[in-house]
């Protein structure tokens, strides 16, 4: 199936994804340094905000297996599809897949079901102030899943039932969210930031 012009879609296999596979700098990035991914450590991962599935392929990409959770419909539609297309590349994308599970529904729900290590949270980000324009693909999900007005409720749920550490990927300037206690430590990118509280 070809891809249409601007159509959203989950791709694993090509394009920015590909990409960073093959030049991303391993454990060494940011993502998976705030997830706990070390030699000879290799945590028990729950996305529970699976979107496009990006990060979790990365970190499936780097030994982990990952669980996926999704509750819009249409996104769980587009991973489901993503993941099949990836799955019959074969090679090293199917190796990548076959560490990954994909779950539909609310993660508030399923996250006390699941023995994570480690949970990740990215929130769909409050709107920026700033006038400038969203990247496209990032103004369509926003269409699809709105804005996760519930991400305190999710976070606090996740400390509950993560046995090692929650994450939340956020913006670099975004303000913390309230009603949640203070992260442990941070670590910081040119955009995007990782509050990593531990539960240890």
Request: some cysteine; charged content about 30%.
């Amino acid at each position: 199936m070809t891809q249409r012009e601007g159509e959203l879609r989950a791709d694993f296999v090509t394009g920015a994804v590909a990409h960073r596979l093959r030049f991303g700098g391993g454990r060494g990035q940011d993502l998976a340094k705030a997830m706990g991914l070390r030699a000879g450590k290799t945590p028990m991962i729950v996305d529970a905000t699976a979107g496009l599935g990006r990060d979790s392929f990365l970190l499936a990409s780097l030994g982990a297996k990952v669980t996926m959770i999704e509750r819009s419909d249409v996104m769980h539609g587009l991973l489901v599809e993503g993941m099949n297309r990836a799955a019959e590349e074969g090679g090293v994308f199917r190796e990548i897949i076959d560490r990954m599970t994909l779950l539909k529904g609310d993660a508030k729900d399923l996250l006390p079901e699941l023995s994570a290590e480690a949970v990740l949270i990215d929130p769909m980000h409050p709107e920026r102030k700033k006038s400038a324009l969203v990247k496209r693909e990032l103004r369509q999900v926003r269409e699809i899943v709105g804005t996760d007005d519930d991400a305190a409720d999710l976070l606090r749920v996740a400390l509950d039932h993560a046995s090692n550490r929650v994450v939340l990927k956020w913006p670099a300037k975004g303000d913390p969210i309230e009603g949640v206690r203070p992260c442990n430590h941070q670590i910081l990118g040119k955009s995007t930031r990782y509050d990593v509280f531990m539960t240890v």
